[in-house]
């Protein structure tokens, strides 16, 4: 969906893109997956990105997520940030208030190349962002960007510590290994432009 839309509208709940986050054993597997599974053909001549885990914040439930030594990315480079939610229904009117604020400053921020959201009904809610620098998403996140109203995330954060709108929440960070294809007419969605 896109990022601060109106709650009530097309763009927000309707879609004909399909998001597919998905982990491989290794790339014989991942390859095999794209050359003969009738999925990972569509997949292979659409638009995607090779990952590797970086960091978790928080948890959930159904997702086996390896812990991984690997050093953060540098404060130059690119990174991917993926946000996995469950909602508590009673929550969501709360948790739209704080967070369109927080999908307007994803989605208008010039750290970001792509900042997209999806929901899987009845209550599961990601959202997934390209930055150009790892420096520009932790300053976005600790409320220190050079943008009008820099402390939206900051703030919804301390909201949701006082009274969580989630079951469960996790945010993960990965490191872009390659990109593949075209979305929306372009390319290069992981390059620091």
Known sequence: MNLGSPIISKSRFISKDVVVFAQWENEEIFQDFLNHHSI??????????????????????GFQIQNNNSQDASDINPVVAVTLARMKFKEIPRFLQWGRPVEKLVRDHTGTNLSLASIRHPNLVSTFSI??????????????????????????????????????FTTLRFRILDEFGIWKGKSDYSVNQ
Not at 40 to 61: P, V
């Open 131 to 168: 930055w150009k620098t790892q420096k520009e998403m932790t300053d976005m996140v600790r409320g220190h960007s050079h943008v009008p109203d820099p402390k939206r995330h900051k703030n919804a954060m301390i909201e949701r510590n006082r009274k969580d709108f989630h079951y469960e």
């Open 40 to 61: 990972g053909k569509i997949l292979k001549n659409g638009w995607f990105l090779k990952l590797e885990f970086l960091r978790q914040w928080g948890n959930i439930s």
